[in-house]
Each structure stands twice: as structure tokens, then as C-alpha cells.
């Protein structure tokens, strides 16, 4: 059990992304610098885009926060920003959307999205 507690611990606070729910949404993207991918575990083009963000978070700025939404567990959310495809990358920006990104990115272009909504 201990095992598993600390393989959940490293999990995530490896990587910068973390789960939220429906119930989460609205006040994780209210503030600030947010991006959300919305995604299925179950999508091939998911886990690959899954892996070109574990090897981009590291570099994320510091004022970009990064969540996960499952679009199964957490419909509500997907409906509301119109989510029509997976995965989707959804900028935020104070809360207003300013952006969304459908398909794979590389790790570049993972950079140069971040470039283009938050630093313009």
C-alpha cells in the first residue's frame, strides 16, 4: 500500500499536469495562465500527444498551469467549451478561452502554442 501511495505521489508531482473534474473546472481556469487537455485514455492519438507533453512540461513557464480532463468522467466540461474531438488543447486566459488546438503537437509545437496564446 505504501508502494502504491508513493507511486501515486511521484506520478503526480512528476508531471505538472493534474486530474480535474467537472466540479473543478471553472475555478482551475479562472485565474491566470491555463492549459487543458481534454483527452481519452482509451485514443491512441492521446497517449502519443500524453508522452510529447510529459517530455514539454518541464519547460512550461511558470505562469501556465496545466490540468487534464477526461472527456468520459468528465462530460459537462467538454460539452461547455465545445469540445468536438480528442485530444484538445484548451488555452485560458483569466478564464476566458482564447484558444483550443485539435490533434497530436510535438513538443515544439507544444511550446510555440504556449508562445502564441500566453505571449502574444
Sequence with gaps: MKKL???FIFTVFAFGATQISDKEFDSKISKGNVIVEFYSKSWSACKILGENIKQ???SIAKDVKFYQINLYTSPN???KIGVFAI???VYFKNGK???IEYGV???EG???LEDKYFRK
Design 87 to 89: 485530444p484538445a488543447l
Design 56 to 58: 514539454y512540461e518541464p
Design 105 to 107: 503537437k510535438s513538443t
Design 77 to 79: 466540461a467538454t460539452q
Design 110 to 112: 507544444l511550446k510555440s
Design 5 to 7: 501511495f508513493l507511486l
Design 97 to 99: 478561452q482564447v484558444g
